[in-house]
C-alpha cells in the first residue's frame, strides 16, 4: 500500500516537472525576445531626429511645432513603430514578471 502511494507521487511528481520544464522554456524564450524587443526600441529611438539642434535645443528653447503632430508620413510611421514596440516591452516585462 505504502509502495503504490510512492509510485503515484512519483508518477505526479514526473507530471509536474515536466511543467516546470514547460515553464522554463516559455521563460527562456520570453527572455530572449525581451533582449530583441529592447534592441528593436533601442533602434527606433535612436532614429528619430533630435527636436533642436544647437545651443537653443540644449536649454529647451524650441521653435513652434509638435512632437506628435507634424512630420512627414516617415516620421508618424516611425514613431507608431516605437510606441508599439515601447508598449510590447513593458507587456512582454509584465509577463516575464509574473511566471
Not at 530572449?32 to 529592447?38: D, E, K, M
Not at 544647437?54 to 507634424?70: E, N, Y
Request: proline share 0%; glycine share 14%.
Amino acid at each position: 500500500m505504502a509502495i503504490q502511494r510512492r509510485a503515484r507521487r512519483a508518477i505526479r511528481g514526473c507530471g509536474n516537472s515536466n511543467r516546470l520544464s514547460r515553464l522554463r522554456h516559455v521563460y527562456t524564450f520570453l527572455a530572449v525576445l525581451q533582449v530583441i524587443i529592447a534592441g528593436i526600441v533601442i533602434f527606433l529611438i535612436l532614429l528619430h531626429s533630435g527636436k533642436d539642434a544647437g545651443l537653443s535645443g540644449a536649454f529647451g528653447i524650441g521653435g513652434g511645432g509638435s512632437s506628435f503632430g507634424g512630420g512627414s508620413m516617415v516620421e508618424r510611421n516611425l514613431d507608431r513603430a516605437t510606441v508599439f514596440f515601447a508598449v510590447l516591452f513593458v507587456v512582454n516585462t509584465v509577463v516575464l514578471l509574473k511566471i
